[in-house]
């Protein structure tokens, strides 16, 4: 049996508990929460830890932490902070500095002689081993990734944080004269807006300047002001009926030839219905192949480019070749 800590409480760590509950292999030992009492409220049972400053405690047995908080703020502290102690498993997505993420927590978790598997997800993380697996299969091909159609959390937050803004969904959508290029055999050079488009719903402040709103988010630079961008503006009720879920998604491809004719296309789609509960379900299956390479004797960082996938899979290798090859 593998305990399991999740830290932090919020939609994948919540996707992250069903997971496990689907898993006869893992049980939850602990939650670490900033607000521990509403945690156990909705818990029950299950040791809840507060998180703060101070190294987490070893109250209970936990044979991997799974940092469930965001990429900005909460990962790049709690990442080398838990791996001191634990093995750990994260979903750090900020692609551009995953390098520097990745030795960062390497040296903490050589040190501490645990393992930790960082950016783990659907992307970064199984789009992540498409696209070396395209690129290995189809080396003189050219890769592309689509995202959607899907609730973007980080564009959302940011069109939050325009004046007048109560709430907002901001869903990202694959440009599908793009994609079918691609599928005829075709290796364009695509700018952001020629790959994705957004559209975003608004629930606005009572009075508020509602064309000022949609010129801040259509205008804000590294978000929306390279792409077409739909501003529709709702009510309470309508965002809380109509966009309460967290449907996510994408393509990975890669158009190449093997000669000068014969053109060859790798796609892989993921579709989701609940971007977090998928997430969880992947960092699970991470956790189990953190356990077994530090029970190998492996320690330091991984990303799941470099584990083999049969330590993914709760069954044994016998079973993984007689059903799976």
């Not at 990745?102 to 393992?115: I, K, L, P």
């Not at 700018?191 to 488009?197: A, G, L, Y």
């Not at 709103?213 to 109509?242: C, H, L, W």
């Not at 014969?262 to 192949?289: H, M």
Request: aromatic share 8%; with cysteine; charged share 25%.
């Amino acid at each position: 049996m593998i305990n399991i800590a999740i830290v932090g409480y919020g939609n994948v760590a919540r996707g992250v508990h069903k997971a496990l509950k689907n898993n006869p292999d893992m049980k939850l030992a602990a939650v670490f929460s900033r607000r521990p009492e509403a945690v156990r409220k909705e818990i029950g049972s299950i040791p809840v830890i507060r998180t703060d400053k101070d190294a987490p405690n070893q109250s209970v047995p936990i044979d991997v932490a799974i940092l469930c908080g965001g990429s900005k703020d909460d990962v790049p502290v709690q990442g080398p902070l838990f791996a001191r102690r634990y093995s750990t498993v994260d979903s750090f997505d900020t692609h551009a500095a995953i390098p520097d993420y990745f030795r960062r927590m390497d040296t903490v978790a050589r040190e501490s002689g645990n393992v930790s598997i960082i950016s783990a997800g659907w992307d970064p993380g199984i789009f992540s081993l498409e696209r070396v697996l395209g690129d290995a299969f189809l080396p003189s091909g050219k890769g592309y990734t689509f995202w959607g159609v899907g609730v973007s959390q980080g564009h959302s937050d940011a069109a939050r944080t325009v004046e007048g803004v109560i709430d907002a969904r901001s869903y990202t959508h694959p440009m599908e004269s793009a994609m079918e290029q691609v599928r005829d055999g075709k290796t364009p050079e695509f700018t952001s807006r020629q790959k994705h488009r957004r559209v975003v719903y608004v629930v606005a402040e009572e009075g508020a300047d509602k064309e000022k709103i949609r010129k801040a988010i259509t205008g804000m630079p590294n978000y929306f002001s390279d792409y077409d961008t739909e501003v529709n503006f709702i009510s309470r009720e309508q965002m809380a009926k109509e966009h309460n879920t967290y449907p996510h998604g994408g393509f990975v491809m890669t158009s190449g030839t093997t000669d000068k004719k014969n053109k060859q296309i790798i796609e892989y789609r993921c579709q989701l219905t609940s971007n977090p509960e998928f997430t969880g379900s992947v960092l699970v299956a991470c956790a189990r192949a953190a356990f077994r390479l530090k029970n190998a004797g492996h320690k330091g960082a991984y990303t799941m480019l470099d584990i083999p996938p049969a330590l993914y899979s709760p069954h044994l290798g016998e079973t993984l070749r007689s059903k799976y090859t």
